[in-house]
């Protein structure tokens, strides 16, 4: 009948809005990524040693570049919300803490860092038994 006809038509063009949400949603997380690691690229480049052996004025100059690029990348703000119950905000922040802290293991202790990679992955069932880089 017509009626559904329309309403197969309505779900066919709700389906493809939802497409279009998922794809946007994607692409939005994709570019918070990339933000990501802009940001941590420009904490790495005055956060260690990388100044040291620069003379003051050249120094200053990269601090500020580095505080410009900051204050640009900070005024881009992408929001994309998920919907997460207590617990799993809760094991969520729990998994971004242990990359966190496994991303400074890789910058100041590579040895370490592969042992806890390992575990990692000992832990979900995926044994390693060659060495990896």
């Known amino acids: 009948t017509e009626k559904e006809t329309v309403a197969d038509g309505l779900r066919e063009l709700l389906d493809d809005v939802e497409d279009q949400i998922e794809k946007v949603r994607s692409e939005a997380l994709q570019l918070l990524e990339e ?3 802009i940001q941590t690229t420009l904490e790495m480049l005055v956060g260690q040693n990388q100044l040291a052996s620069l003379n003051d004025i050249e120094r200053e100059e990269v ?4 505080e410009r690029l900051s204050s640009r990348l900070n005024a881009v703000n992408i929001n994309v919300a998920t919907s997460r ?3 799993q905000q809760e094991c969520l922040h ?3 803490k ?3 802290s496994l991303i400074i293991e890789i910058q ?3 040895m370490k860092a592969g042992l806890i990679c390992r575990q990692y992955l000992s832990a979900t069932g995926t044994e390693t038994t060659s060495v990896t880089d």
Do not use: G, P
């Not at 601090?63 to 580095?66: C, F, G, L, M």
């Open 35 to 37: 933000k990501e690691d």
């Open 63 to 66: 601090e500020a570049t580095v």
């Open 85 to 87: 119950s207590t617990s």
């Open 94 to 96: 729990s998994v971004n």
């Open 98 to 100: 242990a990359i966190d």
């Open 108 to 110: 100041t202790d590579t």
